[in-house]
């Protein structure tokens, strides 16, 4: 079954400091996510993709986070500086098409600890 | 008031119990609608999704009441393997996940 690629697995981080994930879609997914996930609570959207445009990045702190995704295939979350609160699972997901009839599928996500 | 709420449990049953999970959504123009499951630290994998008019897959069975806006996740015959947390996820232009019920099945 082909599967959402995700890296790092985990990342330790001191605040103020830069990181960045990576996301490689499944194979013909038009759609890209980046959903944060705190401990106990459900996934959160961060930003959407429809190929290489994003859709909704509402609930995506600017100050701080940005995401790309040049080509309309893999993508790049990143963060600078990172601060305590930042501390998460970083997922990606994948769905077909932009209707949200197309269910979504998940990599394995980034833990994220910032000391 | 959140988008889509969940009860978020516990819910401790033995083996071979039926336990249902509800899960209500704000927003009337939703219109997909999907079961998640995660384990612990794990991602969250689709289970089923949810059809008007209800669908079944084994021990599982779904249900949407779009005039009272909930959705509904019957497990029959509950197994150890069960125990995990069910995700709501209501769809329109965004995809909204709740925040999980949390299923213990204990021997």
């Known amino acids: 079954e082909a599967e959402v690629a995700q890296s790092p697995r985990y990342k330790i981080t001191e605040k103020s400091q830069a990181v960045a994930f990576w996301c490689d879609p499944i194979?013909?997914?038009?759609?890209l996510y980046w959903y944060r996930q705190i401990l106990g609570q459900g996934p959160e959207l961060l930003v959407q993709f429809q190929d290489e445009s994003v859709v909704d990045d509402s609930q995506l702190p600017k100050d701080r986070f940005s995401a790309e995704r040049l080509k309309g295939v893999d993508s790049t979350l990143k963060i600078q500086p990172a601060e305590l609160g930042d501390s998460a699972m970083y997922l990606c997901?994948?769905?077909?098409?932009?209707?949200?009839?197309?269910?979504?599928?998940f990599g394995n996500g980034t833990r994220l600890t910032v000391t | 008031r959140k988008e889509v709420e969940q009860d978020p449990g516990p819910f401790n049953v033995p083996e071979g119990a039926t336990v249902a999970f509800n899960c209500t959504y704000s927003?009337?123009?939703?219109?997909?609608f999907f079961w998640y499951r995660q384990d612990c630290r794990k991602e969250p994998k689709l289970l089923m999704s949810v059809y008007s008019s209800g669908n079944e897959d084994g021990r599982f069975t779904a249900q949407l009441n779009r005039a009272s806006q909930y959705i509904s996740l019957l497990i029959r015959d509950s197994k150890l393997s069960d125990s995990a947390t069910y995700l709501c996820v209501c769809g329109g232009f965004k995809t909204i996940f709740g925040a999980g019920t949390r299923l213990f099945v204990k021997a």
């Open positions: 927003n009337s123009a939703s219109q997909s």
């Open positions: 997901a994948s769905s077909l098409g932009l209707t949200a009839n197309s269910p979504l599928h």
């Open positions: 194979s013909g997914h038009a759609t």
